[in-house]
Structures are given as structure tokens and as C-alpha cells.
């Protein structure tokens, strides 16, 4: 099964906390460091990943609300 990266983020504790929110449900995910690692506690690049078929649910998950409307405009 191929993993789909749906959020880039340039702080790594931020792809944390939205791997916490799929693991609460239950969606199977993984972080990649991309770019230079953290230099005193600066924060590094990080790459989310989920399995194809979770991709569009996590992306809802991981949406907020004016996202969403905008998606149906």
C-alpha cells in the first residue's frame, strides 16, 4: 500500500499533534523529516503521511472549518 503526504509543515511537533489527531481515529500515519534537522529546539521541516485509502478523511480530520466551506463553494 503507497503513503500519500498530505500536510508539510515547518515545524515537526505541528505534524506531531495532527498524528495524534488521526491515531485518535484510528488512521495509520508517519512523519518524514524533510530539510535540516532542529538547532536548539528551532523545529525541523516534516512531511505527514497517511495510506492511500485514509487520505480523504484524514484530509477532513485535519481540515478546519473554512477550508471545508470553501471546498463545497
Known amino acids: 500500500?503507497?503513503?500519500?503526504?498530505?500536510?508539510?509543515?515547518?515545524?515537526?511537533?505541528?505534524a506531531e499533534l495532527m498524528q495524534q489527531v488521526l491515531a485518535a481515529h484510528d488512521i495509520p500515519s508517519r512523519i518524514l523529516d524533510i530539510g535540516i534537522m532542529s538547532y536548539l529546539g528551532a523545529g525541523s521541516p516534516a512531511a505527514l503521511q497517511v495510506r492511500s485509502p485514509d487520505q480523504w478523511t484524514a484530509l477532513l480530520l485535519l481540515s478546519s472549518p473554512e477550508e471545508i466551506g470553501r471546498a463545497h463553494v
Open 1 to 14: 500500500m503507497s503513503w500519500i503526504t498530505i500536510r508539510t509543515t515547518n515545524l515537526r511537533w505541528e
